[in-house]
């Protein structure tokens, strides 16, 4: 595994403090939000788009500087499985079925899309532990 990308995803939980939104992009502080993280020395744009049954919650192209995080709501209001697309160019794409939980919804954990030179990752954050740390 990349050490840059594996750090980077590690120490994305200190920064989950939804730095970068506004409040009006988000209800609460419990929607799930999709969490781009560039690892990479180069601004990138982003295209994600997320369905679910057919029906498209977000079509969103994000842009983000080298070495930084921004955050998109996928609008999930209910737990099910939802299809996660990311796409940065032909070379960087991943598709991938997340499954998101009422638990998710109600904590509002988040999706991590994580950009490196070579390709992109989707992780989900994992249940917070009894220190209240939790991690992707």
Do not use: H, W
């Not at 609460?28 to 919650?57: F, K, Y």
């Not at 209910?78 to 070379?91: H, N, S, W």
């Not at 109600?106 to 390709?119: C, F, K, L, P, W």
Request: net charge negative; hydrophobic share 40%; proline share 2%.
């Amino acid at each position: 595994m990349n050490r840059r990308a594996f750090l980077s995803s590690v120490g994305l939980l200190a920064t989950v403090s939804l730095s970068g939104c506004s409040a009006d992009e988000f209800d609460t502080v419990e929607d799930v939000a999709i969490q781009v993280d560039n690892t990479t020395n180069s601004p990138v744009s982003v295209d994600l788009t997320v369905e679910r049954s057919g029906s498209v919650t977000l079509e969103e192209t994000v842009a983000v500087d080298a070495d930084e995080t921004e955050y998109a709501n996928p609008r999930i209001p209910e737990a099910g499985e939802y299809e996660l697309r990311a796409a940065v160019d032909d070379e960087r794409t991943t598709t991938r079925t997340v499954s998101v939980t009422s638990s998710d919804v109600q904590v509002g954990r988040n999706i991590a899309v994580i950009i490196s030179e070579t390709d992109v990752r989707v992780l989900k954050e994992e249940i917070a532990d009894s220190a209240g740390a939790g991690a992707f």
